[in-house]
């Protein structure tokens, strides 16, 4: 009988009563409703509006917008699950971002504003000049995009609704990639950030619902700590000892599960790794990521942004109590599923080998929580999934569009920069649903450690040129360049001989060499940032210097000059110009020839230009912003150019609001302090 109760059983599904499904479709229809109205009320038209929201957003907004990118469906698996596991130290990755996102409004964003920019290759190209920095952190960041974040959210959405639903995968997640690619091609970064806003309600609303139940479930909160200790399943014994043998080190909670600060070299998370090492890869997420420092472009002013930061920060405290305890409770009631060890056992309950941690979080919805509720936790689950996602289709199709399809086009129109950024999101959308098959047969125990690790082993580069980029004037082109390239060496040395080897587990160890794979993750992306800094400043004192008339707001120490700043890819731009307008003129003068005379030529040209009188195509011209209100507003004179540049790139704060939001920041990093010191 005990092996029966183990058992997975497809047909358990409990998330098919009318109560569950009408909260499911409640939540659809706000969050469609938002998206509508949203469309309604921005303009979508221009690459501003699309991209950038018209950099019209305010604080709340940004701040929900920033924390729904963040928190996907990947942390609620992924962070229950390591809670699960190795206890309350995994939500040192949440409370270590409030810092960062202190460095990122105060520090990093009026540089970004002042310089004029939309994505962050974009910032790098007016920083250091050519091309080859630009198109390298854009490829980089497109195939991290796909690799990491849209399959760590994928599978992790799969496990939930797969326990939830008991749907085929493809089914659930092909379902949920179309109706998150409609809103996402339609709306633009308005409608995403505004649905982003109903969800991270929905998120922190239904986490806090399972929450009570899981602390009235055991006990209270004092029941964590009296009872966890004691979760140990009931199977230890191998079935096949000579092939593999169970330590009670592959099953026992750690001894150190209620710490935040653990051994320095042979813990799972080193608190100096910690400290270094994940502040060194938060820096590259949370200040040069474009997911998320295109949401703070968007803001009202330099002033909303900081303000949607330290909501964001105020927010990223939540997870440790609303995913990483619920995580641990699960294991408490739900030994023998939750901390299975015996692979055989292991693939009956959840379909993998090396452990079932990773249904911690969908366990506890669908054994606790009652009808109506289990809906609103999928609902949950399907914000978080959808939001992430959504944010990511969104970034890579601005980073494609303006960083790669740009340069092979420098003088397309407006019209076809949007076309191709909608077009670029239904690429991605095809290489997802190609890369569910090898989703499906990761190794969901190392999923945490695998999305930590690939950003341990790629991003420190990226994370040292930007920070010696804001910050270091001195620092050129040929030492940016060239830390890049070192620093992307040094990392593929590490990770392909991890993957060859593979990560291996408690009972097969990997065999990859101790040289090579023995230094903790983290402590290997402090060792590469440093070697990456190295190299950008011994190359860039031995090579000229960047002038200041190259730099003015571009630099943190130069953010708040008022000369005029030559760009260094201007004779790139000037060039193209030259090369484009001969090329029209070409066409033009071909055209003239064909039809007799100029008046011909461009009479023939505004009959195609004429936009579709069927109501069809105004509908969907209309949708996808492209309707013809925009399309018949004048081009905006060189005046009402410069003055919009001046706004958007204006970085001053009104006195009053300004100390309130110092204030806040000195409170908030003042609670991170004493809860990292309680939990220690």
Same mark, same amino acid.
């Given at each position: 009988?005990?092996?029966?109760?183990?058992?997975?059983?497809?047909?358990?599904?409990?998330?098919?009563?009318?109560?569950?499904?009408?909260?499911?479709?409640?939540?659809?229809?706000?969050?469609?409703?938002?998206?509508?109205?949203?469309?309604?009320?921005?303009?979508?038209?221009?690459?501003?509006?699309?991209?950038?929201?018209?950099?019209?957003?305010?604080?709340?907004?940004?701040?929900?917008s920033l924390f729904a990118s963040n928190i996907g469906s990947g942390h609620f698996v992924g962070l229950a699950g390591t809670g699960?596991?190795?206890?309350?130290?995994?939500?040192?990755?949440?409370?270590?971002?409030?810092?960062?996102?202190?460095?990122?409004?105060?520090l990093f964003v009026p540089v970004y504003l002042t310089a004029g920019v939309i994505t962050m290759p974009q910032y790098l190209k007016k920083r250091f000049g050519g091309q080859r920095i630009r198109l390298y952190?854009?490829?980089?960041?497109?195939?991290?995009?796909?690799?990491?974040?849209?399959?760590?959210?994928?599978? =992790?959405?799969? @496990?939930?609704? !797969?326990?939830? &639903?008991?749907?085929?995968?493809?089914?659930? $997640?092909? %379902?949920?990639? /179309?109706?998150?690619?409609?809103?996402?091609?339609?709306?633009?970064?308005?409608?995403l950030m505004y649905t982003d806003t109903v969800q991270t309600f929905v998120m922190?609303?239904?986490?806090?619902?399972?929450?009570?139940?899981?602390?009235?479930?055991?006990?209270?909160?004092?029941?964590?700590?009296?009872?966890?200790?004691?979760?140990?399943?009931?199977?230890?014994?191998?079935?096949?000892?000579?092939?593999?043998?169970?330590?009670?080190?592959?099953?026992?909670?750690?001894?150190?599960?209620?710490?935040?600060?653990?051994?320095?070299?042979?813990?799972?998370?080193?608190?100096?790794?910690?400290?270094?090492?994940?502040?060194?890869?938060?820096?590259?997420?949370?200040? =040069?990521?474009? @997911?998320?420092? !295109?949401?703070? &472009?968007?803001?009202?002013?330099?002033?909303? $942004?900081? %303000?949607?930061? /330290?909501?964001?920060?105020?927010?990223?405290?939540?997870?440790?109590?609303?995913?990483?305890?619920?995580?641990?409770i699960s294991r408490i009631l739900y030994p023998d599923e939750i901390a299975c060890i015996v692979p055989e056992e292991c693939r009956r309950i959840c379909g993998i080998d090396v452990g079932c941690s990773n249904i911690a979080y969908p366990k506890l919805v669908v054994s606790l929580m009652p009808s109506g509720l289990r809906g609103l936790m999928l609902a949950v689950m399907l914000a978080a999934l959808m939001s992430s996602l959504a944010s990511i289709f969104n970034s890579s199709g601005t980073l494609f569009t303006m960083d790669i399809y740009n340069r092979l086009r420098p003088r397309a129109s407006d019209k076809e920069l949007l076309i191709v950024g909608r077009v670029w999101i239904l690429l991605l959308v095809g290489v997802s649903i190609a890369w569910i098959p090898v989703v499906q047969a990761a190794q969901g125990g190392q999923l945490f450690d695998y999305m930590q690790s690939i950003s341990s082993y790629l991003s420190p580069p990226i994370a040292a040129i930007f920070l010696l980029g804001v910050f270091v004037k001195r620092v050129n082109e040929q030492g940016a360049f060239w830390g890049l390239v070192v620093g992307l060496a040094v990392g593929m040395a590490r990770m392909i001989p991890e993957f060859v080897y593979g990560t291996g587990s408690c009972l097969f160890p990997s065999s990859c060499p101790r040289l090579i794979c023995g230094i903790h993750y983290l402590y290997f992306a402090v060792i590469l940032f440093l070697v990456t800094a190295a190299t950008v400043m011994g190359v860039s004192l031995c090579t000229p210097p960047i002038p200041d008339k190259n730099l003015h707001r571009l630099v943190f120490s130069l953010r708040h000059s008022k000369e005029e700043r030559i760009d260094l890819d201007t004779e790139e731009e000037d060039v193209a110009k030259q090369r484009e307008a001969a090329r029209q003129q070409h066409q033009a003068e071909t055209a003239a020839t064909r039809n007799g005379r100029l008046e011909n030529a461009l009479e023939v040209e505004d009959s195609k230009a004429a936009p579709p009188s069927g109501w069809l195509c105004r509908c969907m011209g209309w949708f996808c912003g492209m309707g013809t209100s925009s399309q018949d507003q004048p081009e905006p004179s060189p005046e009402e150019k410069a003055e919009e540049l001046r706004h958007q790139t204006d970085i001053t704060e009104p006195p009053t609001w300004r100390r309130v939001v110092n204030v806040n920041a000195i409170i908030m990093m003042a609670l991170a302090v004493f809860l990292w010191g309680y939990y220690a």
């Open positions: 009988m005990e092996q029966e109760s183990l058992t997975p059983n497809p047909e358990r599904a409990t998330i098919g009563n009318p109560a569950d499904i009408s909260v499911i479709c409640f939540y659809f229809l706000a969050v469609i409703g938002v998206g509508l109205w949203s469309m309604c009320r921005t303009n979508r038209g221009t690459v501003g509006g699309y991209f950038l929201a018209g950099r019209n957003m305010a604080w709340w907004p940004i701040g929900a699960a596991a190795n206890g309350l130290a995994v939500a040192g990755f949440e409370w270590n971002a409030l810092f960062i996102v202190v460095l990122l409004g105060w952190l854009s490829v980089l960041s497109l195939f991290m995009y796909i690799f990491t974040k849209i399959s760590v959210d994928m599978f =992790s959405g799969a @496990v939930f609704i !797969q326990q939830a &639903l008991g749907w085929n995968i493809y089914v659930a $997640v092909i %379902a949920l990639l /179309i109706i998150t690619t409609i809103y996402t091609a339609t709306g633009g970064l308005a409608a922190i609303g239904g986490a806090f619902v399972l929450m009570g139940f899981a602390f009235n479930e055991v006990g209270g909160y004092q029941g964590v700590f009296d009872k966890y200790m004691g979760a140990l399943p009931s199977r230890t014994l191998s079935s096949t000892p000579a092939l593999y043998n169970i330590s009670a080190s592959c099953y026992l909670p750690r001894e150190d599960s209620f710490h935040m600060i653990r051994d320095a070299v042979a813990s799972d998370l080193p608190w100096p790794a910690v400290m270094l090492g994940l502040s060194i890869n938060s820096v590259w997420y949370w200040c =040069s990521d474009q @997911v998320i420092v !295109q949401r703070c &472009l968007a803001g009202k002013n330099l002033t909303h $942004v900081k %303000a949607g930061c /330290i909501l964001c920060g105020y927010l990223k405290l939540l997870p440790m109590f609303l995913i990483v305890i619920p995580g641990m």
